[in-house]
T-cell receptor, first 117, second 115 residues
Framework: NAGVTQTPKFRILKIGQSMTLQCAQD?????MYWYRQDPGMGLKLIYY???????DKGEVPNGYNVSRSTTEDFPLRLELAAPSQTSVYFC????????????????FGPGTRLTVL | AQSVTQPDIHITVSEGASLELRCNYS??????LFWYVQSPGQGLQLLLK??????LVQGIKGFEAEFKRSQSSFNLRKPSVHWSDAAEYFC?????????????FGAGTRLAVHP
């Protein structure tokens, strides 16, 4: 049971390049999340998903896209990288329920450190 | 708007000393509160959580937190700090929006431990 895994661990992009941050969980969790962590700012929610085929925007979605074709995977896409997207990105998952809200614990991956130059 | 404030950006304590990390929240209803720890180069790990009931919550690694509604606080404590506790600590509150929970994080408190 690996929990939440993220690849790559580090990446440097040039302005305007695109990339996909991978996230996978093997806990059969319904909910998955993408956060970014900037120094002194805590974590901000980018996108989340409550199940395969269902995604929604968080607090800071601009410049990102997501998809959720399977329960296990929740990739985050940067189409045109900008210096403002330099950050540490964390993926998380929680058990969730099929209806209503959930207060389940979120389990985090180790993060991807992205630098855009 | 719901928010979480961690007033201390950095705290330094000596090994063996007691620790208290402050967390204040702004939320209209009874909050669902969490403390997470992030060790260097690692993801976040849940230390403890409060939903209801006993206001003193026990967590992992010897940590505890006390919910005080009158002070809108959820401070994290440990009676004797170990060098391995050096990390960044995040307080968070659940925001219910459209039927799905979202975690609102504080900015974090970085803890340094002197030998």
């Amino acid at each position: 049971n690996a929990g939440v895994t993220q690849t790559p661990k580090f990446r440097i992009l040039k302005i305007g390049q695109s990339m996909t941050l991978q996230c996978a969980q093997d806990m059969n969790h319904n909910y998955m999340y993408w956060y970014r962590q900037d120094p002194g700012m805590g974590l901000k929610l980018i996108y989340y998903s409550v199940g395969a085929g269902i995604t929604d925007k968080g607090e800071v979605p601009n410049g990102y896209n997501v998809s959720r074709s399977t329960t296990e995977d929740f990739p985050l896409r940067l189409e045109l990288a900008a210096p403002s997207q330099t950050s540490v990105y964390f993926c998380a998952s929680s058990r969730g329920t099929s209806a209503g809200h959930s207060t389940d614990t979120q389990y985090f991956g180790p993060g991807t450190r992205l630098t855009v130059l | 708007a719901q928010s979480v404030t961690q007033p201390d950006i950095h705290i330094t304590v000596s090994e063996g000393a007691s620790l208290e990390l402050r967390c204040n929240y702004s939320y209209g209803a009874t909050p669902y509160l969490f403390w997470y720890v992030q060790s260097p180069g690692q993801g976040l790990q849940l230390l403890l959580k409060y939903f209801s009931g006993d206001t003193l919550v026990q967590g992992i690694k010897g940590f505890e937190a006390e919910f005080k509604r009158s002070q809108s606080s959820f401070n994290l404590r440990k009676p004797s700090v170990h060098w391995s506790d050096a990390a960044e600590y995040f307080c968070a509150v659940v925001l219910f929006s459209g039927g799905y929970n979202k975690l609102i994080f504080g900015a974090g408190t970085r803890l340094a431990v002197h030998p």
